[in-house]
């Protein structure tokens, strides 16, 4: 058996995933924690990890260190994507984040984390499963979708539409105007349809969303207080309800947002890019209802990297 703790280091949050995996099964979970770090904040206009993000990072790693000592594990590793990949001094960060706080970090590339999304939301489906699945992560930097059958990849891209980048690039009000949003998602839809052939839209009949702004948006569509883990994993959201939800929060301030059942406060000033983005997904695969899932890069890392 192998205890891994693993730190997935992201453009908007850095999160915490502790536990046991054996004969390649992950067979209990210790730990989940995400803390909204912002990394990437000014990268996209900049170029480079600020000091003020990559001191907000350590600090959160500080914290996790103590919780990874005190589960005692054996594989500490880090995984590194969008920020850290698009920015100039982003080896140095990872060196740094190896020399203080002892985990080894793997600075992500399109197939590998593509790889590790896909292996981590279908890891406990029947791999005979021939259903052309299309699991989406939106991130602060980069939406990954990728496309796959049972546990293989056949098809997988990294796009420029995050929930930080975005919301940099077009929210400059609060709350945001029509024309804002509207120019949010007419350059998302761009950037999603350029990326996808339509070949690949149309092979698609199921879909998986992962990560921060996905289940936030199951969590605020069942008024969830505290959020609830086993009430998100594997809720449908549909088209409709993420439409109305949409509506709601782009009607509302930052500090109302901060207010939303459902919704963490520090995920309030991105969480309108992260709803447009998801609806934009569904419209460029014409889908009526997406699964939401609490299983995603962390466990396939945990899996493909640790175990």
Do not use: C, W
Not at 33 to 59: C, H, N, P, W, Y
Not at 152 to 173: D, N, Y
């Amino acid at each position: 058996m192998t205890r891994a703790a693993v730190v997935d280091i992201g453009s908007n949050s850095t999160r915490l995933f502790v536990a046991d995996i054996e004969d390649q099964r992950l067979t209990r979970e210790l730990a989940r924690i995400s803390t909204v770090t912002r990394l990437g904040a000014g990268v996209d206009k900049d170029g480079r990890l600020r000091e003020d993000a990559m001191q907000r990072v350590f600090d959160t790693l500080a914290e996790y260190t103590e919780k990874i000592d005190h589960h005692g594990a054996d594989r500490r590793l880090a995984v590194l994507t969008s920020a850290v990949r698009d920015s100039a001094n982003g080896e140095q960060f990872a060196a740094t984040v190896k020399a203080r706080f002892g985990l080894e970090p793997h600075i992500l590339h399109g197939d590998d984390e593509a790889r590790l999304t896909f292996l981590g939301a279908t890891s406990e489906r029947d791999p005979q499963d021939r259903t052309p699945t299309l699991v989406f992560d939106i991130g602060g930097g980069s939406t990954e979708m990728v496309i796959g059958s049972g546990h293989a990849v056949s098809f997988h891209v990294s796009t420029q539409a995050g929930v930080v980048r975005q919301t940099e690039r077009h929210l400059h009000h609060d709350p945001p105007t029509q024309a804002e949003l509207r120019e949010l998602s007419e350059d998302v839809a761009t950037i999603l349809a350029d990326a996808v052939p339509a070949a690949e839209r149309r092979r698609v009949e199921k879909a998986i969303a992962v990560a921060g702004t996905a289940t936030s948006l199951a969590a605020i569509a069942q008024d969830l207080d505290p959020y609830d883990p086993a009430k998100v994993h594997g809720y449908e959201l549909s088209i409709g309800r993420s439409a109305q939800i949409a509506q709601r929060l782009a009607r509302l301030s930052l500090a109302e947002r901060k207010r939303v059942k459902g919704l963490h406060p520090d995920r309030a000033a991105t969480i309108i890019a992260g709803v447009l983005i998801f609806t934009e997904v569904a419209r460029l695969f014409d889908l009526k209802e997406i699964e939401i899932s609490e299983h995603d890069i962390l466990r396939g890392a945990a899996l493909a990297l640790a175990g």
